[in-house]
């Protein structure tokens, strides 16, 4: 039998229209969410990712600023504006688009985003918070990847789960929101022996490593479920970090590229701006959309 497909297109499209409902409950209120996404210099991906952002954000009724920034553009002149923003009311969503230019300090330009408006969950406090099981904005994929899991598995624990990938964007964070979910967690990386024999001990296998049709389905164990966050561009066009022709007869179910973890990031990021709304509002979590 074939692994069922999980399908993110559909599941971000069913949670936009949840968020816009909630955007139009807040509206009666008075309240409309706004996202600022900054884009500094002209990285032909980025600007991609940030006409998307936009686009989205207008569509379930949040207000969108856009501010794009020459890529010659000083560190100083950044961070005033990230403090400009911070300072906004009608601001409650705040993500500059990385990579920055080599000559900023990513760290420094991240932790100056204000914490509760840090939709990203990049910021210092938020990794933090989120690490020691503190209410937190919490990375984008990682959530996604969470809530695809929830979906399909239901509850995560007791279940044996290897992340592959220790980056602070993704793998680190999914570890951390597994653990919040009570599974048993082992995050997996370049120095691990035997990589195959440890996925396959798998019921929930994650990979984000880069690297085109890395995992085999040889790896994976029978009827686990495997969430692929990979996008690598090849000349066969995009695929996964997961081989998913030999995976597809293994794994119980399976995220595709594309269509898996990738609309996912930026539902979101929509459901951050909308998390960090209410709490600005004094008003309680959204349900089902935050950890």
């Known amino acids: 039998m074939m692994a069922q497909i999980i399908d993110g297109k559909s599941f971000a499209a069913r949670l936009r229209l949840r968020i816009a409902a909630d955007v139009v409950t807040l509206a ?65 969503g705040i993500l500059v688009q990385l990579p920055l230019p080599p000559h900023m300090d990513e760290a420094a330009v991240i932790n100056a985003i204000a914490p509760d408006k840090d939709v990203d969950g990049f910021h210092i406090l938020n990794v933090g918070r989120l690490a020691t099981g503190q ?21 995560l624990s007791g279940r044996n789960a290897v992340v592959i990938g220790r980056s602070n964007i993704v793998g680190k964070p999914m570890a951390q929101l597994l653990l919040r979910d009570s599974a048993t967690v082992t995050v997996a990386h370049s120095r691990t022996a035997d990589l195959p024999a440890l996925c396959r001990q798998a019921d929930i296998l994650v990979a984000a490593v880069g690297r085109p049709n890395f995992v085999q389905g040889a790896w994976i164990k029978p009827g ?3 969430i692929d966050v990979g996008i690598n561009r090849t000349e066969e066009g995009l695929v996964g970090d997961v081989h998913q ?26 459901a951050n701006t909308l998390t960090a709304t209410r709490r600005a509002a004094g008003l309680p979590d959204p349900e089902g959309l935050t950890p």
């Open 245 to 270: 022709a030999s995976a597809m007869p293994v794994a119980g179910a399976l995220t595709p590229v594309p269509g898996g973890v990738g609309p996912m990031t930026i539902a979101c990021l929509l």
């Open 224 to 226: 686990a479920t495997v």
């Open 135 to 155: 209410k937190a904005m919490v990375p984008c994929t990682p959530l996604g990847c969470l809530m695809l899991l929830r979906d399909h598995l239901g509850t």
């Open 28 to 92: 009666s209120r008075g309240i409309t969410p706004g996202l600022a996404v900054v884009l500094v210099g002209e990285d032909p991906a980025s600007q991609v990712y940030v006409r998307s952002k936009g686009r989205m954000t207008r569509e379930v009724g949040m207000t969108s600023f856009e501010h794009r920034l020459p890529a010659e553009t000083d560190q100083e002149t950044l961070l005033a504006l990230i403090a400009q923003l911070n300072a906004d009311a009608a601001v409650n």
